[in-house]
């Protein structure tokens, strides 16, 4: 199947810095990334969809000046969280969308996560 | 807006007994349900589809519109099936997933 890869996988920075997380489509070209993050115990809440070549969407509450978001190739988008404080400490998992020609299914490949620490 | 409900956070039962995780949604449109699973320090991975209709690992979930459910279920729970169990909820025209806040299942020896 669909691979999809994050790098790093953990990554500690301290407060006030910015840090990059990468999302990798291995096998395929996705031309939609989708951005989560998920609290511990907790689902996962979607911060932003990710089209690549023009701007991410980002859901409501979701600041787009902090997390900022580039998708600017079909295998590889981009979370930025800047000037992070320790309240964005949390698991970061993208996904993407599998398009398949004249294909009605739909399905996402999460990416293992990136577990960001900020102190 | 949009919304999928699994009432149990945490679902505990026996090896070979049966098991059933809940899921219901909100949304007046036709739906695409999905149900993912997440293994001990695995990603989240697509178990099944309402549009396939079909079997994967023994589970099987139906779409009861009338009831705005999709549950899953399996005859017979294995160890193996312990994991995280979310439900997804895909609207028309859109490409996001809106994803329940999963259930934990656990199946005891």
């Known amino acids: 199947g669909a691979v999809v890869s994050q790098h790093p996988s953990r990554v500690i920075c301290k407060s006030g810095t910015s840090v990059k997380i990468e999302c990798r489509s291995l096998d395929f070209q996705a031309t939609t990334m989708f951005w989560y993050r998920q609290f511990p115990k907790q689902s996962l809440m979607l911060m932003a969809t990710s089209n690549e070549g023009s701007k991410a969407t980002y859901e409501q509450g979701v600041e787009k000046d902090k997390f900022l978001i580039n998708h600017a190739s079909l295998t590889l988008s981009t979370l930025t969280v800047t000037s992070a404080h320790p309240e964005d400490s949390s698991f970061y998992i993208c996904?993407?969308?599998?398009?398949?020609?004249?294909?009605?299914?739909?399905?996402?490949?999460f990416g293992p996560g990136t577990r960001l620490t900020v102190t | 807006a949009q919304r999928v409900t699994q009432p149990e956070k945490l679902l505990s039962v026996f090896k070979g007994a049966p098991v059933e995780l809940k899921c219901n949604y909100s949304y007046s449109g036709s739906p695409e349900l999905f149900w993912y699973v997440q293994y001990s320090r695995q990603r989240l991975q697509l178990l099944l589809r309402?549009?396939s209709r079909e079997s994967i690992k023994g589970f099987t979930a139906d779409l009861n519109k009338g009831e705005t459910s999709f549950h899953l279920k399996k005859p017979f729970a294995q160890e193996e099936d312990s994991a995280m169990y979310y439900c997804?909820?895909?609207?028309?025209?859109?490409?996001?997933?809106?994803f329940g806040q999963g259930t934990r299942l656990t199946i005891n020896p």
């Open positions: 309402h549009i």
């Open positions: 996904s993407a969308r599998v398009h398949t020609s004249g294909s009605i299914s739909y399905e996402q490949y």
């Open positions: 997804a909820l895909k609207v028309q025209g859109a490409q996001k997933l809106v």
